[in-house]
C-alpha cells in the first residue's frame, strides 16, 4: 500500500501505521483522514495481519490534532475534517490496535490515542485536550469515549482546564496502559503487538465488538453478530440444510438444528 501522508509497513503479524507529516505535528489534514480510513478498511480485508500498530513520525510529536487547510469553506460536511471516519474505522477493525506514543498527543492526537484498543508510551510523551483554548473542542469520541476511561470529573479537567499530563501522569489515570524508556519505545511496542498476535484472532474481535456494542448501537451491535456470529452458523448444519429445503421446496430436517 503507497499513501501521501502515512506510511504502512507489514511486520510478521503486525501492520504498522505511521503518521507521517513531521514537519507538521503529524496533524491530520483531510488526505491523512482519508488515507488511515483507507488502509484500516484494507487491512480489514486480509488475513496477514493480526494487529495494528499506530505511531507517528520523528521522535518529538505522535499527533497534535487536525489542519482545515485547503478543505471548502462551508458549515457542511466538505467544510468538516473527516476525522470520524478515522475513528470509526479502528473501530470496524476486527483486529486490535495498538497506539504508541512517540511524543506530544494532543488534541485530536489524544482522541486518536484514546479510539485505540491500548497505548504505549514513551516517558517523555505529553497527553492535552487543548480544544477550549484555541477556538475548537472534539465532542463525542473525545468527551465519551475519554470519561471511559479517566472518569467524569477527570474528562472535564482535561477539557476544561487543558493541563498537560506526562506520560507516568497519563498512566496513573488510566488514560494510556504502558510507559517506557523513550529509547525502547518500538521494541517494547513489537513485543506488546507480538504478544497480542499469539491471542486467537475470533476471540479478540468478539470481544473488540462486544466493548463497542455499548456505544455503537445498532452499528456496534451489529459487528457482533453479523461480522462474528453469521459466517461460522453459515457452515453449521442447520444453515445448509435450511438452504437446501428452501431450494428443493421441501420442510426442514429439525434434527440438523442446533448443529
Known amino acids: ?38 488502509c484500516m478498511n484494507d487491512i480489514r480485508r486480509e488475513t496477514r495481519t493480526r494487529v495494528v500498530v499506530l505511531t ?7 499527533c497534535i490534532g487536525g ?33 504508541s ?8 492526537g489524544n482522541v486518536l490515542q484514546v479510539v485505540c484498543d491500548m497505548t504505549i508510551a514513551k516517558e517523555s510523551a505529553v497527553f492535552r485536550q487543548v480544544g477550549p483554548m484555541m477556538g475548537s473542542f472534539d465532542a463525542g469520541y473525545g468527551t465519551w469515549r475519554l470519561e471511559d476511561l479517566v472518569g467524569t470529573k477527570r474528562a472535564k479537567e482535561m477539557w476544561m482546564l487543558n493541563d498537560r499530563l506526562s506520560a507516568a501522569e497519563a498512566k496513573e489515570r488510566g488514560l494510556i496502559n504502558r510507559v517506557v524508556p523513550d529509547s525502547d519505545l518500538r521494541e517494547e511496542t513489537r ?17 473488540k465488538h462486544a466493548f463497542l456494542a455499548r456505544h455503537g448501537g445498532v452499528a456496534g451491535l451489529s459487528r457482533v453478530t453479523h461480522d462474528l456470529l453469521l459466517r461460522p452458523f453459515l457452515e453449521t448444519n442447520e444453515s445448509k440444510e435450511l438452504g437446501a429445503s428452501f431450494r428443493e421446496k421441501r420442510k426442514p430436517d429439525p434434527d440438523t438444528f442446533g448443529q
Open 191 to 207: 513485543k506488546m503487538a507480538m504478544d497480542v498476535a499469539e491471542r486467537g484472532p475470533f476471540a479478540l474481535a468478539a470481544i
Open 101 to 108: 506514543v512517540n511524543g506530544y498527543a494532543v488534541g485530536g
Open 56 to 62: 507517528g513520525s520523528g521522535d518529538r510529536f505522535f
Open 1 to 38: 500500500m503507497s499513501f501521501e501522508t502515512i506510511l504502512y509497513e507489514e511486520d510478521g503479524p503486525i501492520g504498522w501505521i505511521t503518521l507521517n507529516r513531521p514537519e507538521g505535528g503529524n496533524m491530520f489534514n483531510e488526505t491523512m483522514c482519508h488515507e488511515l480510513r483507507d
Open 67 to 99: 489542519e482545515k487547510s485547503g478543505m471548502e469553506d462551508t458549515l457542511l460536511y466538505p467544510g468538516v475534517l473527516p476525522t470520524l471516519e478515522i475513528y470509526e474505522s479502528i473501530e470496524r477493525l476486527q483486529k486490535p490496535v495498538i497506539a
